[in-house]
């Protein structure tokens, strides 16, 4: 099992940064890859970006390529998830996931675990 913690979110102008952290515990990471999805009110949860830890690579949904960026603390199992230049349109709940096994890791169906979410808001 894997347990995952989310925090960071809030209110921010359009324009601002935020930064969301997840920190993991409960098992090794060394195969894990850590998730991060977003899913605003009335659609389905899309992909952000995920962090395998194997491999040291990260991975971003193209329409957040640049703007949004994964950095790393080994020393605390955590993945930062930093947003810059944020848009209304980022207004979503945020999840962390996990996985350590294999499958489509650009769907949410290949995370068998999750955080609770935190809430991010943008205002124009």
């Known amino acids: 099992q894997v347990q995952l913690v989310e925090s960071g979110g809030g209110l921010v102008q359009a324009g601002g940064s935020l930064r969301l952290s997840c920190a993991a515990s409960?098992?090794?990471?060394?195969?894990?890859?850590m998730g991060w999805f977003r899913q605003a009110p009335g659609k389905e949860r899309e992909f952000v970006a995920r962090?395998?830890?194997?491999?040291?690579?990260?991975y971003y949904a193209d329409s957040l390529k640049g703007r949004f960026a994964i950095s790393t603390d080994n020393a605390k199992n955590t993945v930062y998830l930093q947003m810059n230049s944020l848009k209304p349109e980022d207004t979503a709940v945020y999840y962390c996931?996990?996985?350590?096994?294999?499958?489509?890791?650009?769907?949410?169906?290949?995370?068998?675990?999750w955080g609770r979410g935190t809430q991010v808001t943008v205002s124009s």
């Open positions: 409960g098992r090794t990471f060394s195969n894990l890859v």
């Open positions: 996931a996990a996985t350590d096994r294999g499958g489509y890791l650009w769907s949410a169906a290949g995370y068998p675990y």
């Open positions: 962090f395998h830890w194997s491999g040291d690579r990260s």
